[in-house]
């Protein structure tokens, strides 16, 4: 738990579409953390079927995209973190979003978080409907052991060969179906938010991710400390207001059971402006509360 | 291989014998002088503890010269980098002893910034009968002096003592990795993830660079380099490693600037093991020559693979050292033990490799008779004298008596570093905090 603590901080400066990413890796994680003393039902996800198996795939890959952002952004602060380590994993990192470029799932990501900082509320949708959707299925497949990265020891030992050996030619169908539906959802509130802003194309991903890496490397140069990036979280937390009461109508329209996001959480401090319509979906997640604060920095 | 343990568990100060690892006692790096008789260790507060092995009395020819505590000193203290606001670990990284040319022993040791040239010396004698100041130090009244005596050697109890002679610091913008003394014993280079420098003994204001491998722009950086070695016959020759797998071979008599490559070794990848982690376990954590200098030999993350140096295109040799991970890489990708950089060492005839694993495990390969041998470093396990029993991981299947399963290896009890005794067969095993010390049986 306190790794996730250590993401506010280094959060600040670091492209949106990333940000979201982590934020959404973190509640993935977290949300992996909190129902795994239910099913672990990783073997009946292998069915025969290929369609499962595309989906086990992407699910797997996903999670390790989203681990590996989650390791590049919290190393330790105090001591220079280790180069050969951070290179790594930002060399996997591309490898994934090489291949989910070629699959053209990449673009979809890119697509949901192109834009300045008063589309970054689309974020929460997004992130929203990812783990909602996730959720609603058979709780997805708990790929990882869940473990603290303090310690070594394993709870239990995954297989987890749909990783360990796959061939990178194999071209997993490029659109899955929950994700997708996700996905149709959240360019669908797009439309309705944000008329004005065009749907960038895939060779955006490779300008973030260098971004990334520059800034991942960069911390081995002289800081030179992230310029514009108090005024961006200014800007970020200004926008709340007006923006979060639209977004919780949108949310409450759509969804029965909204999970509680980091935007959510934005949202309950600023209560004079919050819906009461809301207060449903929040009393289910009252143990995630006080993480999410930490998360977030309140 | 039949092994008699001779448990040295240190129980002085500083590695203490506790169930849990106090993170400055944790061993960080071993290494044994070019004679044998000299044993070093580094740790991660920064120490350095050189041991000394007893000479053989002919009284006791049973019990071979075992290792005692010879010296101990604080190489390098933590520091603070103002610039960047990072704090600059004073863990030893590296420690590499010059070859012995008078009464003293000297080596050298390294952490992320700074390397340091240290002097072991003896002193069993003092002068004494000084004219201008008494036994216990004092400034004798000169008016007192009626007559005049020449102070003379008196012997007193031995002192090891250990100065810093050089400092050889603010060469490197990034984390030493290596340090390799050339065979001309002049100079030696240091390493870090981007950068390597040659510096001469003697001179601490300047160094060469003569490997750089950053790129112009941050962002593109892909590849790290690992480790290097120079070659111990050639000066002018020498190795480092990849990230990526590949090894590369340099002769500073081509150009100033080592940024091409004499021979370039690397193995193809093979597309059936494919996967996210491919890359990961292909980067070289440790390269060593052997000692008659024809082969070289790389660790990876889960082989040990011996490299002639007149074939670049693939191994002469691959050793499995854990296969059985192959399927936990995930898990080990999220713990960050996929990360852990072993070493690997040549025993003194270049016939047996040896290299650590995970659960205190480590292996030993026999490269005549192909034969290999895992052993526990524990203290549990094994009583001092006692011939130290091979183990077996069972992968799947039924479980032997006294097999351990994959599902039961303990991560955190990793050996990373090793050694071999350059000429006897004599093995140095840190295990966390504690040094273990294996020789052959003599019958």
Same mark, same amino acid.
């Given at each position: ?216 490397? %960069? ?54 402006? %919050? ?24 | ?394 992968? %799947? ?47």
């Amino acid at each position: 738990m306190s790794l996730l603590c250590q993401a506010p901080t280094a959060l600040v400066g670091w492209p949106p579409w990333l940000e979201a990413s982590v934020q959404h890796a973190s509640q993935f994680w977290m949300a992996n953390m909190y129902s795994k003393g239910t099913k672990r039902k990783f073997s009946d996800s292998v069915d025969v079927a290929t369609d499962n198996k595309a989906v086990l795939y992407s699910r797997q890959r996903q999670s390790l995209l989203d681990m590996s952002l989650i390791k590049l952004q919290l190393c330790h602060m105090l001591v220079e973190p280790n180069m050969c380590r951070s290179v790594l994993i930002a060399n996997t990192v591309r490898h994934i979003q090489e291949e989910m470029t070629h699959d053209g799932s990449w673009q979809l990501v890119t697509e949901a978080f192109s834009g300045s900082g008063p589309s970054d509320h689309l974020v929460a949708t997004e992130v929203l409907c990812r783990s909602s959707v996730l959720e609603q299925q058979d709780g997805g497949p708990k790929l990882y052991s869940v473990m603290g990265y303090d310690s070594c020891h394993e709870e239990e030992v995954v297989t987890d060969e749909g990783l360990c050996s796959v061939a990178v030619g194999d071209g997993a169908p490029a659109l899955l179906g929950t994700i997708d539906h996700c996905w149709d959802r959240a360019v669908e509130d797009r439309v309705i938010k944000d008329s004005g802003s065009e749907v960038k194309d895939g060779t955006r991903s490779w300008e973030g991710a260098k971004t990334v890496m520059g800034q991942v490397f %960069g911390t081995f140069e002289i800081k030179n400390g992230a310029p514009g990036s108090d005024p961006a979280l200014e800007e970020l937390f200004s926008a709340v207001d007006a923006s979060y009461y639209d977004l919780d109508t949108i949310l409450t329209d759509i969804q029965s059971t909204p999970k509680m996001g980091p935007y959510n959480l934005l949202d309950s401090m600023t209560s004079s402006h %919050g819906p009461t319509s809301n207060s449903s979906c929040r009393t289910d997640l009252n143990e995630l509360d006080h993480i999410m604060e930490i998360i977030v920095g309140s | 291989m039949d092994e008699e343990i001779d448990t040295r568990k240190i129980n002085n100060s500083f590695l203490r014998d506790h169930n849990y690892a106090t993170e400055a006692d944790i061993i960080s790096t071993v290494e044994f002088n070019p004679t044998g008789e000299l044993l070093a260790t580094g740790d991660k507060g920064g120490r350095v503890v050189v041991f000394q092995r007893e000479q053989e009395s002919k009284n006791q020819p049973h019990r071979r010269g075992e290792y005692n505590v010879y010296s101990t000193f604080q190489s390098h203290e933590p520091e603070f980098d103002y610039l960047k606001s990072l704090e600059i670990e004073e863990k030893i990284n590296k420690i590499r002893w010059l070859p012995q040319q008078n009464a003293a022993y000297f080596l050298l040791s390294t952490n992320d910034k700074t390397v340091k040239l240290w002097k072991i010396s003896e002193r069993d004698k003092r002068p004494e009968g000084y004219n201008l100041k008494d036994e216990d130090g004092r400034i004798r009244d000169p008016t007192t002096i009626t007559a005049l005596r020449v102070p003379v050697l008196q012997p007193m109890d031995l002192m090891v003592e250990a100065t810093p002679r050089r400092v050889f610091s603010n060469a490197h913008t990034y984390h030493i990795n290596s340090i390799s003394v050339s065979n001309d014993y002049e100079t030696y280079m240091s390493t870090d993830d981007l950068r390597i420098n040659l510096w001469n003994l003697e001179i601490t204001n300047q160094s060469f660079n003569i490997v750089d491998i950053k790129p112009a722009n941050m962002e593109e950086l892909t590849e790290v380099i690992t480790a290097a070695e120079f070659h111990p016959n050639q000066c002018n020759t020498f190795i480092y490693s990849s990230s990526k797998g590949s090894i590369r071979l340099c002769d500073m008599r081509a150009s100033a600037l080592c940024d091409n490559h004499s021979k370039f070794f690397e193995e193809p990848e093979d597309p059936s093991n494919r996967s996210f982690f491919s890359e990961i376990i292909s980067s070289i954590s440790d390269v060593k020559f052997s000692h008659s200098g024809r082969y070289l030999m790389t660790r990876d993350y889960l082989t040990v693979k011996v490299w002639d140096l007149n074939m670049e295109s693939k191994p002469l040799e691959t050793y499995q050292v854990h296969d059985y991970l192959r399927s936990k890489l995930c898990s080990l990708y999220e713990n960050d033990c996929i990360f852990d950089k072993f070493e690997c060492v040549w025993n003194g005839s270049d016939s047996v490799i040896m290299t650590g694993s995970y659960n205190n495990f480590f292996r030993m390969f026999d490269r005549n008779t192909k034969r290999d041998v895992t052993l526990e470093a524990s203290r549990e396990n094994s009583k001092p004298r006692a011939i130290l029993k091979p183990r077996k991981v069972c992968v %799947g299947g039924k479980r032997r008596k006294d097999e351990i399963s994959v599902d039961s290896l303990d991560f955190s009890k990793k050996i990373l570093h090793t050694a071999w005794h350059p000429s006897e067969n004599i093995i140095a095993v840190a295990a966390t905090n504690n040094l273990y010390i294996f020789q052959d049986k003599v019958n």
